[in-house]
């Protein structure tokens, strides 16, 4: 008989395709993982992964597992949200980065305002990591960059974040601005990981024949990023709003190129079904925070969408 410790450690590993992070995710050693996959192998009689020295995949069978494994995960998390629930009011909310850094406290202080027993509980990642979390019922709304994938409710709040090429003046002094693709490409730069939405593109000018090839440096957070731009390790492309103080400041500059990049858009997600009355109070609250934030301390973003939340998604 399956147990559910097996069937979960089955799931994230195909979503997280690393050990590692399984462990960390589920709080527990990468052994007890290791463990927990070759007991379930045992019990089928079948081998469930396919490992190579840089990735991890699923056999037909082990595929097979994991669907009904999301199926018991998810139900599982559910329950826990609803026991939860009832002996304490908690509002879960994903961001991605760039509202964690901008108007995201601002949030969390307004919805206190209006609900000051809610217990408010942050989630900061990557969209696809909070599109996981949100789908599993871990978190009830999440703020994202959006692409084609999303399969959640969204909302009518979309954000347009400025994108630009930031430097210690040290740095960008002597260059003539704006850069072109050479120029830039010439420079240490410092990159996203690659679970970021911003890392392609970056990746995909700078592999263009007509560009230099330099010192590249790598990044395991935007807030990693930030503190190198600001130790003067290069130059990177970033959401504007997130460093507007530290330009203003003189401690970055706002380095002007030819290589631009279309804003990020942002915007709200959340589970149908999952809407209550505290979720649309937060929606609500994330407007109004918004609203202030843009009008009163950023010039780098934009509200290009901004509706209240209907009753059909609630």
């Known amino acids: 008989m399956f147990n559910f410790k097996q069937l979960e450690a089955l799931y994230w590993l195909r979503e997280l395709q690393s050990f590692g992070k399984v462990a960390n995710r589920l709080h527990v050693t990468q052994p007890a993982v290791s463990a927990r996959i070759a007991s379930l192998e045992s019990q ?27 199926q018991i995960v998810n139900a599982q998390y559910v329950l826990l949200d609803s026991i939860r629930r009832n002996e304490k009011s908690v509002l879960r909310m994903g961001m991605i980065g760039p509202v964690a850094l901008t108007w995201g406290r601002d949030l969390h202080d307004r919805i206190k305002e209006i609900e000051p027993d809610l217990e408010i509980e ?31 409710s969204s909302s009518d709040l979309a954000l347009a974040y400025d994108l630009g090429w930031v430097s210690t003046p040290g740095l960008a002094h002597g260059l003539t601005q704006p850069l072109s693709l050479q ?77 631009t990049f279309p804003p990020l858009i942002v915007h709200c997600l959340f589970q ?31 509200i290009v969408q901004d509706k209240p939340i209907s009753a059909t998604n609630t």
């Not at 056999?59 to 494994?69: F, M, R, S, V, W």
């Not at 989630?123 to 696809?128: D, L």
């Open 122 to 152: 942050f989630s900061v990642g990557t969209s696809a990591e909070l599109e996981r979390e949100l789908k599993a019922g871990s978190i009830d709304i999440a703020f994202v960059s959006m692409h084609t994938r999303q399969k959640q």
């Open 183 to 259: 120029d830039l490409s010439r420079q240490e730069l410092i990159m996203y990981p690659q679970t970021s939405p911003l890392y392609s593109p970056v990746h995909d000018i700078l592999m263009r024949p007509d560009a230099a090839h330099g010192i590249r440096h790598h990044a395991s957070s935007l807030t990693t990023m930030v503190e190198m731009l600001r130790l003067g390790y290069g130059f990177s492309m970033l959401a504007l709003a997130v460093v507007e103080k530290d330009i203003d400041a003189g401690i970055l500059v706002d380095v002007k190129s030819d290589v």
């Open 272 to 302: 149908t079904g999952h809407s209550r009355r505290p979720l649309r109070m937060a929606f609500e609250a994330a407007r109004e925070a918004v609203r202030a934030f843009v009008d009163t301390r950023t010039r780098f973003i934009r």
């Open 44 to 70: 089928v009689g079948q081998k469930l992964l396919e490992r190579t020295h840089s990735s991890i995949s699923l056999t037909h069978l082990g595929e097979q597992i994991a669907d009904h494994a999301e």
